[in-house]
């Protein structure tokens, strides 16, 4: 029987995998609910400033994930 999910075997996978999840969940309605406020910092509303950090922390962890890779790619 084929399984279609891949689990993380490492425990680098695994980090790697809750960053993301983390980072999911700083994106849905709760979380963004607490920043959807009418203030501003450094001339953007609350919200902006918070989508950018998402953005940001996503290509941040994505690029820590390469790194990850290409170094246990380089172990084998």
């Given at each position: 029987?084929?399984?279609?999910?891949?689990?993380?075997?490492?425990?680098?996978?695994?980090?790697?995998?809750?960053?993301?999840?983390?980072?999911?969940?700083?994106?849905?309605?709760?979380?963004?609910?607490?920043?959807?406020?009418?203030?501003?910092?450094?001339?953007?509303?609350?919200?902006?400033?918070?989508?950018?950090?998402?953005v940001f922390?996503?290509?941040?962890?994505?690029?820590?994930?390469?790194?990850?890779?290409?170094?246990?790619?380089?172990?084998?």
């Amino acid at each position: 029987m084929k399984h279609y999910i891949v689990r993380p075997t490492t425990g680098r996978g695994w980090g790697l995998t809750l960053a993301f999840i983390v980072l999911i969940a700083a994106g849905v309605w709760p979380v963004i609910g607490w920043f959807n406020r009418a203030w501003v910092v450094l001339g953007l509303p609350l919200i902006a400033v918070w989508a950018y950090v998402i953005v940001f922390a996503c290509c941040g962890v994505m690029a820590i994930g390469n790194r990850l890779v290409e170094r246990s790619c380089d172990d084998e």
